[in-house]
């Protein structure tokens, strides 16, 4: 199949606008702060602080997808060590809060 120039540069288009849209989700991303306050709710990861934001960006990742923040909490604490939904809910808040403000419905 040939695909015209014009059709090509309009792909090329979307394509930029997509990647422009997402670096804007996570344009206003602070990993200093997601491990401030999920340390002081007292989330830790064994892998470390990088473990952790990886998590984090997961969660957004999720949420960016359209999954609702509810179900990315239920499904983290089913594959997680976290003791509550509670627990997951918190985190996945955090992590909108903090990783991808411009997702989701968590308090900035």
């Known amino acids: 199949m040939k695909v015209s120039s014009a059709k090509r540069t309009g792909i090329i288009g979307l394509a930029a606008v997509a990647l422009m849209l997402a670096s804007q989700a996570y344009a206003k991303a602070d990993t200093d702060q997601f491990l401030t306050d999920a340390g ?28 609702s923040e509810d179900a ?33 419905t968590a308090p900035a």
């Open 40 to 67: 002081a709710a007292g989330f830790t990861n064994g892998g470390g602080n990088q473990a952790l934001i990886s998590v984090g960006e997961t969660i957004c990742g999720l949420v960016g997808s359209g999954e």
């Open 72 to 104: 990315v909490a239920h499904d983290l604490w089913r594959v997680s060590q976290l003791q509550s939904l509670d627990m997951a809910t918190v985190l996945v808040n955090i992590a909108v809060s903090d990783l991808c403000p411009n997702q989701g």
